[in-house]
T-cell receptor
């Protein structure tokens, strides 16, 4: 089956510093999967942060970027300068081409302090 | 605004009782999903549906039933709730294919 592994637990970072959350995936499908980053802010539901469906492409949103690397099967999330409002739980996820649901990583809680 | 709405927001249920979690979407999406989230497990797929009156098993369907009476509504049913079903439950919808998924705000279920 499919699996997603991401930076575990909690990451604490100072405001204006850079952030990287690692994500690697594994799939038994012969087709390249679709890759997603979702975010859950305190008290809210999951929101799509960015999505990339083509290997080699980069997605970006709200200052975050992630590149779909099929050679290393990775989709790391990066931001050059975080803000306190970026404090949230971030989930890397993988989906197939047939909308049969997403496979999620365990989530990474990011705490940004001033 | 298109959305996925879950009810109730939270619920306390007794062991052995029946629990129904409801989900309503205004996205006009064909696909709907139920996930549960537990500490240490991320989100896991319970059931999904791609058309009204039909449901499919996800990765962890045991102990759960699903019902899709219309395109807009998708329910998750726990016929005999157990302590191990304490979790946060998320509903989602999708257009299908390579589209992204829209999630509800979650239902926090505590079984005692």
């Amino acid at each position: 089956g499919d699996s997603v592994t991401q930076t575990e637990g909690q990451v604490t970072v100072s405001e204006s510093k850079s952030l990287i959350i690692n994500c690697t995936y594994s799939t038994t499908s012969i087709a390249y999967p679709n890759l997603f980053w979702y975010v859950r802010y305190p008290g809210e539901g999951l929101q799509l942060l960015l999505k990339v469906i083509t290997a080699g492409q980069k997605g970006s949103s709200r200052g975050f970027e992630a590149t779909y690397n099929k050679e290393t099967t990775s989709f790391h999330l990066q931001k050059a300068s975080v803000q306190e409002s970026d404090s949230a739980v971030y989930y890397c996820a993988l989906g197939d081409n047939y909308a049969q649901g997403l496979t999620f990583g365990l989530g990474t809680r990011v705490s940004v302090f001033p | 605004e298109a959305a996925v709405t879950q009810s109730p927001r939270s619920k306390v249920a007794v062991t052995g009782g029946k629990v129904t979690l409801s989900c309503h979407q205004t996205n006009n999406h064909d696909y709907m999903y139920w996930y549960r989230q537990d500490t240490g497990h991320g989100l896991r797929l319970i059931h999904y549906s791609y058309v009204a009156d039909s449901t499919e098993k996800g990765d962890i369907p045991d102990g759960y039933k699903a019902s899709r009476p219309s395109q807009e509504n998708f329910s998750l049913i726990l016929e005999l709730a157990s302590l191990s079903q304490t979790a946060v439950y998320f509903c989602a919808s999708s257009e299908g294919g390579r589209s992204d998924y829209t999630f509800g705000s979650g239902t926090r279920l505590l079984v005692i």
